[in-house]
């Protein structure tokens, strides 16, 4: 009946983006929380990689095509630079590294996430009065 939190279909996925499970823009503070946990500059395909083991993506490998868009407009803003590894054999890759500006964006999504949290609960009332229903217990997502 309700959605899962993390999809394990692809209709499952289209189903959560429909509502809104997939919010691009929250792209940002799971590439951002990515950076800030290594210690080394990381290949986008890394980033990609990792990303797919956050809440966000539960597990989908997400669009490197997304990612790599989010990476360019984060550097564009100065939350990550990039500069390119030329190894002797193989293709060059571009690595990525968190900015002061980035942490401290990091930091400014923490206190987001906090009030979006709020004001997806204070909608879950609403809808489920709207509803006239109770508000049905939080759902365990994926095992947390």
Known sequence: MWCTCNPKSDGELKECAQLGQTLSRLSQPTILTIL????????????VQLAADSPMFGGKKPDPTGVYRTLKQMEENGLVTSEWDMPSAGPAKRSFALTDAGRTALRRWIDSLACYTDVINELRAQASCALDIEVPPTPVCGGH
């Open 36 to 47: 800030a946990a290594s210690e080394k500059p990381l290949h986008g395909y890394i980033i």
